[in-house]
Structures are given as C-alpha cells and as structure tokens.
C-alpha cells in the first residue's frame, strides 16, 4: 500500500492554476463566497473533477460533491475536502490545499489503477471563511444539520443579497437536500495557520481534535476625570484597570498549559481624549483549550484575576459570555489512518490540536472524522503572504492517499 | 484691612445669573467661544461692570477689560480675572467664578468706600477653553506676547468660521492692541477641578505654580497572528505589550512622587479584530509634574520601563513628545498676598500646584502672577455637575479682595 503516491507536479500545477482565479493585490486570493470569482473557482474545480471520471452533484447549499465509484457502491463513502472561497485578503492555500489534495488522490488512484471498496467523494464546502456572509463554515453547519437550512439561506452580505440569491446566480443552488447522510469517514487536509510544525521542523501534523472555544465581551467602567488635576490615589481610571486585565489573562493564560491560548483582539476606551481619565473600557476576549474541563477551568482564573483587579482599582467590571465552541475530539479510526500514513511515508510528524475551526468541526458530529495538517511559513494564514513549498503540498497529499485508501479499503482493479 | 468683606449674596446672585445664559442641557452651561451665547455672557458683564462705574475697554483679541481707576491712575494696574467662555457640557464656575469674583472686588471696594493706589482691572480672557477654536487660553495668549496674533485670529472652528469674522459679528473686535503691557500683578480666582482641597478640608487653595505637562505618542508594533493557531510563547502581541506600559507607567508615576500624574486618554489597537492578535497599539500619554527637572526624570523612567517591556515582548515601541509646557512657578509677592489673606480671613489653606493650565499661565510671562483656588464638590469639573456652594465662592473672593487691596495699596476715599 505504501507504494502509492501522488503526483506532486500535477498537484502544485492545480494549486497554482487555481490561484489564478480571483488574484489579489500581493500573489494571494480574494475569491469571497458566492461571487463571480467562486464561481469561477468551483467550474475550474468541476471540470477537473469531470476529466478525472468523477460524477459531480451539488446540494441546496451549493455544496459539490465529486465521487469516484466503489467496487461496493452502496457503501457509505469515504469523504475528504475543505472549501475554496478565500478571506478578502486570503492566501492560496487555506482550504483549496484540501479540495486538490483530495481531487489529487483521486486522480493518483486513476492513475495507478487502484479500486476502492467504498466509493470516495472529493467535497468543496459553501462559505466556509465566513468573510461575505455569516456564519463561517456555512455549508457544511447546514450538511450536519447543525445550523438551519432556511436562516442559512435567507442571510444576506453587507450589500443585502441574499445567499439563496447568489448560489441561484452563480449557478450553484443544486437540487439535492443539503442533510446528513451515512458517510464511513470524512477527512480534511490544511495547513495548520499556525507556527508549531514549521517550530518543531515536523512535515505532518495528525490533528486529534479542534480547540474549545469560548469568547467574552468585557466593559470596565471606572470614573472620567481631569488629567492634570486628579491625584494618582483618587483615580478610577478605566483603562489602567483594563490594562492590567489584559495582561492578567495573558500571564494567567501562560501560566495555566502550553496548549491553551488567549487573546484580545478588541479593545477600546472613552472618552478617548488626550487629558480626561479614561471612564470606559471594552474588550474581547477569546480563551481556547483543547478540552472543555480545562476551558472551564482556565475562564474560572481569568475571571478571578480580572475580578481581583476591578476590586484593587474601584472599577466595575462585566465579563458577559457571547459564544461557545465545544472542543471537539476526532474519531480514532481516522486519526490513526492518517498516523500510519505518516509513518508508513516515513514523514515526521505530531499529534497537534486544531487552533482554528474547519468544516470537519461540523462533520465530526456525524461521521468519523480527521484531519492533516501542513506546515506553513511562518504561521502566516488569512493574508496573502501565506505559503507552503510543493514538497509539503505533496506530503500531505500522500497522507491523505494512504488514509483514504486504508479508509475505504483497496484492491486492485480487474 | 480684613474687615472688608465681599457680598457673599451679590456674588451668588450674579454667578445665577451668569449661568441663565447659554444654559446646558442638565443644569450647566453651553457658552462655546464667540457664539450668541458668549456675546450675551459678556454683554451681561459689561453691563455689570458700567453699572460698578468701570471703563469698559475691549482689545483685537476680544479681551475685556473693566477699569477701575486708582488713586495714581498712570500706576500699572492689578488686574484680576478669568473666562466666561465654557465647555461645550461645561458647568457654572470653571473661569466665570474668577471673572465675578473679580467684579465684585470691585463692587465691594465701591460699598466699602475704598480707593486704592494702583487702578484695578476685572478681565474676561476670549476663548480659554479652545473647545470651538483651537488653541486654548487663545486671548490671554496673544495679550502675553506668546501665540502669534494673525495666525489666531485666521483660525477656524469645524464649520470653518474664522476667529476675526465672529469677533466681529458678535460686536467684540475692539480696538486696542493686543499685546504686552506693564501690570503690577495679576491674580485669578478658579475652582480647582481638583478633589485634593475637599478631601483635605481646605477652603482656599494658595497656588504655588502650574506643573509642567509633557504629552507624547506611542505606537507599539507587533505581529499579527491567528487567534487560535498561535501559541503563547511565539506571540508578540502589540495590545499586551502596550497593555502593560500602561499598568508601568502608572505605578512608575504612584511610585515617584505623590504630586506627578501621568495619564492615558487615548488608545487603540489594529486589527482591532476579535479573533487576531494585534499588530499594532498607539497611545497618547500626559505626564505632568510641578517642577520640570522633575517632570524629565519621570519620563526618563516612564522611557525605562516602557523600553524594557518592548524588549521583553519583542515588540518595536516609539514613544515621541509632541507638546512640552514648561512649569510656571508663580510670583512671591502674589502668592504670599493670597496666603495674607487667607490668614487674615481665618480660612483653612495650603499651597497648590495647578495641575490644569489657566490664563494665568500666559500672564506669568509678563506680570507677577498668582491664584486662588477653592474647593469644588468631588472634584468634578468640564461637566455640567461641576459644583461649589454660596460659602466656597464667598471665601474665594475674600481672599481676592484682600489679595488685590494689598497689591494695589489702600486708603480710605476723600
């Protein structure tokens, strides 16, 4: 089984083909979901798909599902993909490295004659960047049953059209109902958006799960006074109080795991003005864990520490929870195809949890699910300076072989 | 000498009054510089002034002055006084409490039969606040011989109306020359917008000086990174960084000296951005100390600690001064006749730094100068909750009639 690979010049060729639909302004992509540069993305997509034998279908999500018949095609299929839409400022690689991996495995088993048991379905998921329309990972939530088909289709983007609208327009609001159905596994590859592989000079990541995620809206309010002539020991200042709470989450983050992060990303005071004791101040707050427990845990002390300071400085403080990603653990089966594929390809690699979500947070709720990570320069993702060599390109292509084909069971053609 | 007293309920009466026009929205004033409210401000107190049988002369800048003649009448004057111009949500006192005190120096010496050697002033600065024209303290500034006289007038406010074209419409472009001229002292009464002379019991605050106040602009630049995908230990987060210069300038300045403040109004991050960490964070930081020596050895630790926290974090900081007012230490011979009268009354006092500019900033360039503070209620002023009660304005003019009895010299009228 080892003996299968890709085609490594055949994938970078369709990784940089596909770059050229909706180019930004630095060698990055700006292909927002459901505008004509999708569009043109995901015809380039289905005419590769079509040339490699597969039959393509689309859901009422504009989901595309390109399948390559099994010896059993009865069977529940072996699903891998990722999405194609990009962020405004996107790079070439965060979700269309998953969609040609997967159509790169296809296009290999042609090649070397390989059937499988099951039937294998490469999938491009609608929206799942979330940069046009909310919420992100729009079409697959949908798929899993998870968000709701009519609210999900009835949203609209700044300028108020309508998603529904715009897969009609582009061509792409398909006939078959977008709902879960039997699926043997299901397995994403992506470059991690992260720094650790490129740290730890791993070629692989075998992901064992998406990060819990919890944000926060937080509000101080202190007391607004003249600059010049308040003393120090009088002050309710707003921003000082909040000062110390970023950076109480931060050490208090630091302190509590090396695998939890957290982060303010917004942050703003008032009045504002050069000489006026700030009254107010209002921040995000974004904790993850692998775990739930261990989240739970985590927000406990942050809470702790930013209540000690509201209490140490006379300042009020609010910390109102706005969202809850529960941490999601992958299937067995799959995270282990994907190690033996690793291993069987002599890369290096390590178990590592997913930072971010992807559409196989969805699809872990209804099938066995996985992931591979790839390194990527610097970390860098979301931003056009995002980068990746062939030679990764081509280690996690072959992972993905060797764990769809042990997925889905092989022998070889008549 | 300390029996003349002022006429506690005149004064009240008068500062009521005053308030009446341009009144707030809740129980304060709006008499933005220039506009139909100020004139009638000013109207009202020329018409106050001539009824106390002053000359009423006005300058370029739109300075008042109401002249009361001395017993040697070519003796350069004192002169007592502030602004009646207010914040666009100001409160009843803040410069009009200096301009009344003064009148009713005025009136009482009238009642009380008193002649003294030098003439006495009462003037009514323009635009003090600079909320509706920039700069601040815009009359007395010209009138000292510090800000350039066309450029000032040339000004504009937001709706781009020129400085010199409302001074006109409003009937105040006098004629006399805006410049220096010789005064034997110069002495304002004002609230403090402070809440040091409250909590201390105090009735009359004997200002030494006004502190020295250097502003500067920070920007931290850091990387931008993924939320989620990005440990702790690799960060450089400029919001977390610049968070904790805040929290060190602050307990750098509570450690130094009881009388230095330093504080933060303005601040904001980029992205900006919930789910990534920031880039960049810019500040602007006011640092204030009565004495300059020692407003440069604060920010020499401010600098410190700021540039070794940029160090720690591997975050790029520049920390530039846009603005320095030197500290002004007031005249001898005027604060000891502020403190006279203090003694004199049998009111509780200490000596002061002003930590907000004033009038009398400019007017220690050219004259002797001094002020008198008096408590305001929480220390709350630039509000239209800004308060002091009939008592507190009674003490302050006191001191002001003794103040300029002393500094004019006296003796009973023919």
Chains 1, 2 share one sequence.
Not at 163 to 176: A, F, N, T
Request: hydrophobic share 40%; with cysteine.
């Amino acid at each position: 089984m080892s003996e299968a690979t890709i085609n490594k010049a055949r994938l970078w060729q369709s990784l940089e083909e596909m770059a050229q639909v909706g180019p930004g302004v630095a060698g990055g992509n700006c292909r927002l979901a459901l505008t004509d540069e999708d569009k043109a993305g995901r015809d380039l997509f289905v005419s590769w798909a079509e040339e490699a034998g597969c039959t393509v279908t689309v859901d009422e999500m504009g989901n595309i599902f390109a399948r390559r018949a099994g010896r059993d095609d009865l069977a529940p299929p072996v699903m891998a993909g990722s999405h194609l839409d990009t962020q405004p400022t996107g790079g070439r690689y965060d979700g269309v490295f998953g969609v040609l991996a997967a159509l790169e495995v296809v296009r290999s088993l042609n090649d070397q004659g390989v059937e499988t048991e099951r039937p294998f379905e490469v999938v491009v998921w609608t929206n799942e960047e979330g940069s046009r329309f909310q919420p992100a990972m729009m079409g697959s939530g949908v798929f899993a049953g998870i968000l709701e088909r009519e609210a999900i289709l009835n949203g609209t983007d700044e300028a108020g059209l309508r998603v529904e609208d715009e897969l009609k327009r582009i061509g792409y609001k398909g006939e078959l109902p977008a709902e879960p159905r039997p699926i043997h596994a299901y397995v994403e590859a992506h470059i991690e958006q992260g720094p650790v592989l490129e740290a730890e000079g791993k070629e692989i990541g075998i992901v064992s799960g998406i990060q819990g995620i919890k944000w926060f809206k937080g509000k101080v309010n202190g007391f607004n006074a003249h600059a010049g002539t308040t003393p120090m020991e009088v002050r309710r200042d707003a921003l000082v109080a909040a000062a110390r709470m970023v950076d109480a989450v931060d050490r208090t983050t630091r302190a509590f795991r090396p695998d939890a992060v957290s982060t303010v990303g917004m942050f703003s005071v008032g009045p504002g003005s050069i000489n006026v004791i700030n009254e107010q101040a209002s921040f995000s707050l974004d904790l993850r864990c692998p775990e739930d427990e261990a989240l739970l845990e985590l927000e406990g002390k942050v809470r702790a520490a930013c209540g000690e300071i509201a209490g140490d400085m006379g300042v009020q403080l609010e910390l109102e929870e706005i969202w809850h990603s529960p941490a999601t653990a992958f299937d067995t089966m799959v995270v282990e195809a994907v190690a033996d594929g690793a291993k069987a390809l002599g890369l290096s690699a390590r178990r590592i949890v997913s930072g971010a979500g992807h559409d196989a947070k969805y699809m872990a709720d209804i099938c066995p699910t996985g992931m591979i990570f790839v390194p990527c320069l610097d970390g860098i993702s979301h931003n056009e300076a995002e980068r990746i060599e062939p030679e990764q390109s081509e280690a996690g292509a072959n992972v993905m072989l060797h764990a769809v084909m042990k997925l889905a069971g092989t022998g070889s053609k008549a």
